[in-house]
């Protein structure tokens, strides 16, 4: 189990019937972001970021109106503000708790040898 962050347009992410992000608005926004690719292997809307990251595989996901990752480290979490900046969306967590400042998330895994 590990703790996700979300991007969302619904004041809770998990009740987004009224407020979701299209599949067709995640694939555009990919296709603009020089930093975002698709990453087929693992779904057809599953985007690997290639910003600086202390994960080996930094990955965003869209599913059911909303974007997703687990465990974003600081940088991701904050390439996660941008989009959600981007698409009238915010950064929340799975128990609604909003993220609206850079500096709201604190999370850097060791790095791996």
């Known amino acids: ?3 996700e962050l979300y991007i969302t347009r619904a004041d809770f992410w998990a009740e987004n019937e009224e407020a979701k992000i299209t599949p067709e608005e995640w694939l555009s ?6 930093e975002l ?3 087929l292997k693992n779904g057809d809307y599953h985007a690997l970021w290639s910003g600086a990251s202390s994960h080996d595989e930094a990955w965003l996901d869209w599913n059911d109106g909303n974007i997703y990752t687990k465990w974003p480290d600081m940088q991701l979490y904050r390439k996660m503000l941008d989009i959600a900046g ?10 609604g708790n ?6 709201a998330w604190e999370y850097d895994p060791p790095s791996t040898p």
């Open 1 to 3: 189990m590990g703790v």
């Open 29 to 34: 926004l990919i296709d603009s972001d020089n």
């Open 37 to 39: 690719t698709i990453d």
């Open 86 to 95: 981007f698409l009238g969306a915010r950064v929340m967590d799975d128990d």
């Open 98 to 103: 909003i993220y609206s400042d850079p500096s």
